[in-house]
């Protein structure tokens, strides 16, 4: 049974915020790699609030 449009919105939504995370979180291993705990833990909050704002996004649309 297909979804009403707005619920078919919000799984794709969802789906790439999580997509969004995952990529994030690999990024954020590429920066540990080549770098101390410091800049890991700058990279680890870059990415948390640009997840962050995509879910706002989200939210509003």
Do not use: T
């Not at 799984?11 to 979180?25: E, F, T």
């Not at 954020?28 to 890991?40: C, K, L, Q, V, Y």
């Not at 990279?43 to 509003?60: K, W």
């Amino acid at each position: 049974m297909p979804l009403a449009g707005g619920a078919a919105a919000r799984v794709r939504a969802a789906r790439s915020v999580s997509q969004a995370a995952a990529a994030g979180a690999a990024e954020a291993g590429a920066g540990a790699a080549r770098s101390g705990p410091e800049d890991h833990r700058a990279v680890a909050v870059r990415v948390a609030s640009r997840v962050r704002r995509m879910r706002v996004g989200m939210r509003l649309s």
